[in-house]
């Protein structure tokens, strides 16, 4: 009953959405490996940092009627910020205590977050998403695909990201201090690096990270807090594919989610097919590559 | 007074106040005192899986959402009486709790988490979502469950079912001190503290692991049941990841390795937006409150406000001894039992071993 709505012309298309949705899934997981590996905290406020930092791109671009790149850049800013102050002063006084108690703080930042939001911009009201780039397109020849300008934009923003930060961690001072916070604290500060200011920088860089991804997003989700706070488990998701340590498994991840949360669409209207796949995705992952014993990599 | 004494005028004391209290209060303030002891039972849940085995969750409410909504389709949908309703649901719950505690037998805590939350988001905007499953959830409708009746008594009145849901609490209570008495209490601290010596000592780590799950998932579908017989309905918005991860954060604030937390976090969750009416702020604060004081306590007090309290409270009584000079061979026991096992072992989330970074 459900395959009969099945149509292969449509393919080509929700390839396209399945590839845009995955870059962005991969912008905001390597904003996650980036703060795991150098602070050790799985960081669930990371889509609430998101929303946040989103939501203020809309105030200034929606509401005020500015235009969506200054909202960008506002996001930018505010991702960063909250990504310092969370880790200045609610991880780094937690210095020696177990991993397991930063993550519970970030999730008490979480629930502040999103009812901030909810509070200022209203949780459940339906928003306008923020325009970056105008939506119409150009035809591809190859499978007849309308791409719009925005959903190209996204791609190209989302892949210049990930080599950005590939090449600011192999070429940059910054870069090699974090590898080497993130392999060896002890041993990095012995060599004169600046551990707090290296972390802080990772909070930052990576929050700035996810407030991309989330003013990105905006078109192809439900643009509420609570929608956009939860990308968080998605992000979570491509994120385990690369072990939370492997920058190109991490994008390989993103996409892979990205078309299998789309591809289903195509067959099947209920509404919480994503939300299934992302599971079964962070169970595989979990049970496949977090056994005990499972091959250690280290690849940044 | 000897520490045994105090404890039992304490318990005596509260017993008056629980069963006393209420009568001259109003229905709707009954009504809440209620639903904060069913809150409470998700917390002892919470105390079990957290405070004792030493693994998070941040998925109770929706163990809790299983046990309501089996209430909800069988009591609305089929007709059932509540009281065979109840039973399945609890069951329900628990295997699930146990089937999502076979892979965290394999993860260490950290990324223990991230499943849980994945299962909270999987229950929430997938099983439940309208179109999924639609004999169990209801669509975007309630199920009508109404008020049962408890041996040929009706549930209706405020204070009735306050009883019954004062009797659930404490039924719930013993249970979980009793976990944490004799044997099993043993056996799950080994574990908890000590996870490869508990198993050298032959202790089977898998069994108990899944038991521990199952009974605290039971506990929150148990919760859930009763909480759909207190509204009266079923609805899925009160079910979702930031439920759960609301109730997770007032556990720890309150201190997830005491029992008297969960009675304290169960009102608090309830009575704090109720307090929060009544002032400038909107109940909507309540979840901020909550993540700011959860931040703070974390890094302020770690063992969490009840154990705190408990322990100042027993230095108070130890000062007093140690002035008057009586029953020196009890200093050192504490006032309580409470108090003494609270502060034996380092705090609940201090004990869970640091995880490496792979």
């Given at each position: 009953m459900l395959l009969a709505r099945f149509t292969p012309s449509l393919l080509p298309s929700f390839t396209v959405v399945g590839i845009v949705l995955g870059g962005i899934f991969a912008l905001a997981a390597i904003g996650l490996v980036l703060i795991y590996r150098v602070s050790g905290v799985l960081n669930f406020a990371h889509g609430a940092v998101a929303m946040f930092a989103t939501f203020v791109a809309y105030q200034i671009s929606v509401e005020n009627g500015a235009p969506g790149w200054i909202g960008l850049l506002a996001a930018v800013a505010t991702g960063a910020a909250l990504g310092y102050v969370i880790e200045r002063f609610t991880i780094r006084p937690l210095t020696g205590r177990p991993a397991l108690v930063k993550v519970v703080v970030t999730i008490g930042w979480l629930l502040v977050l999103q009812t901030a939001a909810g509070l200022i911009w209203g949780s459940t009201a339906y928003h306008q998403p923020v325009k970056l780039v105008s939506k119409n397109g150009f035809r591809l020849p190859l499978g007849n695909v309308v791409v719009g300008y925005d959903q190209l934009t996204t791609l190209i923003v989302a892949l210049g990201l990930a080599l950005g930060i590939a090449a600011l961690l192999r070429y940059t001072t910054l870069g090699n201090a974090m590898r080497a916070v993130a392999d060896d604290p002890a041993a990095a500060r012995l060599w004169g690096v600046n551990v707090n200011r290296v972390t802080a920088a990772s909070w930052m860089v990576g929050s700035a990270m996810a407030a991309i991804a989330g003013v990105l997003i905006t078109p192809n989700i439900n643009f509420d807090t609570y929608s956009l706070t939860v990308i968080v488990i998605d992000a979570f998701a491509a994120a385990l594919i690369g072990r939370l340590t492997s920058l190109p498994l991490t994008v390989v991840g993103g996409f892979f989610l990205g078309l299998a949360q789309t591809y289903p669409r195509s067959f099947s209207s209920l509404s919480g097919t994503p939300s299934l796949v992302t599971f079964v995705l962070v169970l595989a992952a979990l049970g496949i590559l977090f056994r005990p014993g499972a091959r250690r990599m280290r690849v940044v | 007074m000897n520490p045994a004494t105090v404890r039992r005028r304490g318990l005596a004391f509260v017993a008056v106040l629980a069963l006393g209290y209420p009568l001259i209060l109003s229905d709707y303030i009954r009504g809440l005192a209620a639903d904060g002891l069913i809150a409470g039972i998700v917390v002892l849940s919470l105390v079990l899986i957290t405070g004792f085995v030493g693994q998070i969750s941040f998925c109770q409410y929706s163990f809790a959402a299983l046990g309501a909504f089996t209430v909800g389709s069988l009591v609305g949908g089929h007709h059932w009486s509540f009281w065979l309703a109840l039973p399945v649901g609890v069951l329900f719950a628990g295997v699930t709790g146990a089937l999502v505690a076979i892979p965290a037998l394999r993860l260490s805590g950290l990324f223990l988490t991230i499943l849980t939350v994945a299962v909270a988001l999987f229950f929430d905007r997938y099983v439940l979502a309208p179109g999924t499953w639609n004999s169990f959830s209801n669509g975007n409708a309630n199920w009508d469950v109404g008020r049962p009746a408890f041996l040929g008594l009706h549930l209706t009145g405020s204070y009735a079912f306050y009883l019954f849901a004062l009797g659930c609490f404490t039924l719930c209570a013993l249970l979980v001190w009793n976990f944490r008495q004799g044997k099993t209490g043993r056996v799950l601290r080994a574990i908890r503290d000590a996870e490869v010596a508990a198993a050298t000592l032959g202790i089977n780590l898998t069994a108990w692991k899944l038991a521990a799950f199952g009974v605290s998932a039971a506990l929150a579908g148990f919760a859930g049941a009763i909480g759909a017989a207190s509204i009266g309905s079923v609805s899925r918005g009160s079910y979702d990841l930031v439920h759960s991860l609301g109730i997770a954060a007032i556990a720890t604030v309150m201190?997830?390795?005491?029992?008297a937390a969960g009675a304290a976090g169960g009102l608090f969750y309830v009575f704090g937006p109720e307090i929060l009416r009544h002032t400038p702020l909107s109940t909507q604060w309540f979840n901020l409150i909550t993540g700011g004081l959860l931040i703070v306590q974390l890094i302020v007090t770690p063992d969490g406000l009840v154990p705190d309290f408990q322990q100042k409270l027993g230095h108070l009584l130890h000062h007093r001894q140690a002035g008057v000079g009586t029953a020196p061979d009890t200093v050192g026991a504490g006032p309580t039992a409470e108090a003494a096992a609270a502060s034996e072992p380092k705090a609940a989330t201090e004990a869970i071993p640091a995880v490496r970074r792979p």
């Open positions: - | 201190g997830v390795g005491s029992v």
